[in-house]
């Protein structure tokens, strides 16, 4: 089993930096392509099966040191009582925002087997990968779910997020309490089932001022790691935009702490402390670079990683959409090659 990237979460010493890339399976490979041809988004990701054959897809054709799960942060709303869908070229839509008290109350809880479907493609995903490289599971945290329940879908500047939570903090922390419990038990099960590291995406919390991240959001994601610190896998708590809540998310929790590329990698760790692992964080947008700039990025990012044990490869945020599928490919071998002990 290649388990550099377990290794480089509990930051013991690698042959080379492990690398993985968020939204790994997706609309720039063509077998992913082919799949979501005959299936919607929610199908894959609620048919076992294919949600286990599309997250193999990237590991069969790159040199990358860990699997993740093929689903979406946004399952839970569903299971949760929202009425949730992938409008084509539009993004999530959610049809039954939260606005008030009363909409926060009827949120069902989800504690059971809502959620099964993701299980069962985590067991069936370990069974294919063979042992290959780890399977990692994840889920959104509290605040960017809660963005997404509240405004409806993805937003600019989270105005009615915000007001829910400066206006009315009472239904505001009821609401992350809500999502905190669901979001602990479901990836408490993605372990059971299988998965070997867990994720948190907090992609959307660098909106906010370190202020309102301590008073309305840290307890609530400290409520999460705290949970599952039991389950004995590596967390990694990721967000984009945070700068400035680096120390504030260190303090929430976490094994692994994501950065995007706004922050120096070196200056980052200092900043979170040598005593954790860190994940990233080259721009996903240098894909799209010649070979030779993506080099000079990926140099630069191991140098500040100075061969320090605990450094997972990674981007600052999501491949996207057209990215050009070579730029993947030499990525992954470059982080090897430049990174041999
Ligand atoms: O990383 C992986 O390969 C696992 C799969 C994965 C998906 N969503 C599948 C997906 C993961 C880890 C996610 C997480 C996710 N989903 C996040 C957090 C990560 C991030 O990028 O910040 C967020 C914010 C979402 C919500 C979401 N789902 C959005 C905003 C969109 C539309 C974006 C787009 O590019 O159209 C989705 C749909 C979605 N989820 C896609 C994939 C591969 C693209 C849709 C498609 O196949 O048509």
């Known amino acids: 089993m290649n388990d550099r990237f377990l290794k480089a979460c509990r930051r013991e010493p690698v042959d080379c930096t492990p690398v993985w890339f968020m939204r790994q399976a997706g609309r720039y490979m063509q077998e992913y392509q082919a799949i979501r041809a005959k299936h919607s988004i929610l199908e894959v990701c609620k048919t076992p099966e294919l949600a286990a054959q599309v997250t193999l897809q990237p590991i069969d054709r790159f040199p990358l040191d860990a699997a993740i799960i093929f689903a979406d942060i946004l399952l839970p709303l569903e299971a949760m009582g929202l009425r949730l869908e992938f409008a084509e070229g539009e993004g999530p839509i959610i049809h039954n925002p939260l606005r008030d008290r009363a909409s926060v109350d009827q949120l069902r809880p989800v504690d059971g087997d809502e959620l099964a479907y993701v299980e069962e493609a985590i067991r069936q995903a370990r069974r294919a990968l063979t042992g290959k490289v780890p399977l990692i599971g994840f889920a959104g945290a509290p605040f960017t779910l809660a963005s997404y329940a509240i405004e409806g879908g993805g937003s600019r ?43 948190l995406f907090d992609s959307w919390v660098g909106c906010l001022s370190p202020g309102d991240y301590a008073e309305y959001v840290l307890p ?15 967390l990694i708590h990721f967000g984009t935009g945070t700068g400035s809540l680096l120390r504030l998310m260190r303090q929430a929790g976490g094994d692994v702490i994501g950065l995007d590329w706004r922050v120096h990698l070196d200056d980052a760790w200092q900043t979170v402390g040598h005593d954790v692992a860190v994940q990233g964080n080259l721009d996903p947008v240098a894909l799209f670079a010649s070979v030779h700039e993506i080099e000079r990025r990926v140099e630069d990012i191991l140098r500040r990683a100075a061969g320090r044990p605990g450094h997972i490869f990674n981007l600052g945020h999501g491949i996207l959409p057209n990215t050009p599928i070579d730029g993947v490919a030499v990525t992954a071998e470059m982080v090897h090659k430049l990174s041999q002990r």
């Not at 400290?222 to 590596?234: M, N, S, T």
Request: no cysteine; net charge positive; aromatic share 8%.
């Open 157 to 199: 500047n989270y105005i009615r997020t915000k007001q829910l939570m400066y206006r009315e903090p009472e239904v505001w922390h009821r609401l992350m309490d809500k999502l905190a419990r669901v979001v602990t038990g479901y990836l408490r099960r993605q372990i059971r089932a299988g998965a070997e590291a867990v994720q």
């Open 220 to 234: 609530h994601v400290q409520l999460i790691f705290d949970g599952l610190k039991r389950e004995q896998v590596p």
